[in-house]
Nanobody, 125 residues
Framework: QVQLVESGGGSVQAGGSLRLSCVVS????????LGWFRQVPGKEREGVAT???????KYARAVKGRFTISKGTPENSLLLQMNGLNPEDTALYYC???????????????????WGQGTQVTVSS
C-alpha cells in the first residue's frame, strides 16, 4: 500500500515561488511513477507534471519552463518547484503514484492508483 502526504502549499503573490513536497511511504520512489495534479472547484482534475521510474518527465504546456518535478530519494519524496506563479495556478494540488507506470506520460489521473489528500496553492494578482 502506497501512502502519500503533501505539504508546502500556501498563498503567494503573482511571480512568486513555492515548493511542494510529497512524502511517500510503502514503496521506494525510484520504482514508482509519480505525478502532480491540480483541481479547482467545478473543473476536472488536470495533470501538471509526471515522472517515471527512470526519472523521465512530462509537463503540461501551461507549466513547462516554470515548474520542475523531481524525486527526493533520501527522503523518499516527490517535489514540485513552482516558479513564476500566476493566478491561474491557484488550485488544490495532489500527489499521485502508479506502480504499473502504464500511461504515466499521459498526464491523466486515470493511470494513477494512489492519491494524497492535496495541498492548497493560492496565487494573488
Amino acid at each position: 500500500q502506497v501512502q502519500l502526504v503533501e505539504s508546502g502549499g500556501g498563498s503567494v503573490q503573482a511571480g512568486g515561488s513555492l515548493r511542494l513536497s510529497c512524502v511517500v511511504s510503502g514503496y521506494a520512489v525510484e520504482k514508482l511513477c509519480l505525478g502532480w495534479f491540480r483541481q479547482v472547484p467545478g473543473k476536472e482534475r488536470e495533470g501538471v507534471a509526471t515522472i517515471d521510474d527512470d526519472s523521465r518527465t512530462k509537463y503540461a504546456r501551461a507549466v513547462k519552463g516554470r515548474f520542475t518535478i523531481s524525486k527526493g530519494t533520501p527522503e523518499n519524496s516527490l517535489l514540485l518547484q513552482m516558479n513564476g506563479l500566476n493566478p491561474e495556478d491557484t488550485a488544490l494540488y495532489y500527489c499521485a503514484a502508479s506502480i504499473t507506470c502504464w500511461g504515466w506520460d499521459h498526464l491523466t489521473s486515470d493511470y494513477f492508483e494512489y492519491w494524497g489528500q492535496g495541498t492548497q496553492v493560492t496565487v494573488s494578482s
